[in-house]
Structures are given as structure tokens and as C-alpha cells.
């Protein structure tokens, strides 16, 4: 019984380094494929594609924050100096 149970566990282990091996091949193609499909190409991000939006809508709030932080500065500048 004993011998059955240790090839069991020895096919199971090859299997999962098997697997394992697999998807450290696979992983780079998939993960470019996946860039790919949502609008990154070689050259940069591809218009009208999810990255474009995507792109879009972090610079906007990236400008808004910017745009926040100084109009603080403004503000706080205004009460030190007595707001004239």
C-alpha cells in the first residue's frame, strides 16, 4: 500500500512542477496579449482603445489635484497676508 501512495504523491508532485513550469512560459505571452488587448501596442497607447480612457481619466484627476493643492496655497496665502 505503501508503494502505490508514494508514486501517487510523486506523479502529483511532477504534475504540479510540470505546471508550474508551464506558466512561467506562458506568463510573459499572456500578460503582453493582455496589454495588448486593452490598447497598449509597442509604440505607446493606441487612441480611442481602454488604455486611452484610462490614461485620460488619471491625468484629468491628476490636474485636478494639482489644481486643488493650489488653489490652497492661494487660499492660505491670502489669510497670512490679511487678504489684500
Known amino acids: 500500500m505503501e508503494t502505490s ?3 501517487e504523491n ?3 508532485g511532477g504534475a504540479f512542477v510540470a ?3 508551464i ?3 506562458a506568463a510573459p505571452a499572456v500578460t ?7 490598447g497598449f501596442t509597442a509604440t505607446g497607447v493606441a487612441a480611442g482603445s481602454i ?3 484610462a490614461q485620460r481619466i488619471f491625468i484629468f484627476e ?5 489644481l486643488l493643492l493650489d488653489m490652497r496655497s492661494i487660499a492660505r496665502i491670502r489669510c497670512w497676508d490679511g487678504g489684500s
Do not use: H, P, R
Not at 62 to 66: D, G, R, V
Open 19 to 21: 505546471g508550474g513550469a
Open 5 to 7: 501512495s508514494k508514486k
Open 32 to 38: 503582453v496579449a493582455a496589454a495588448n488587448a486593452v
Open 10 to 12: 510523486v506523479a502529483v
Open 62 to 66: 491628476e490636474f485636478c489635484i494639482l
Open 51 to 53: 488604455a486611452a480612457s
Open 23 to 25: 506558466g512561467v512560459v
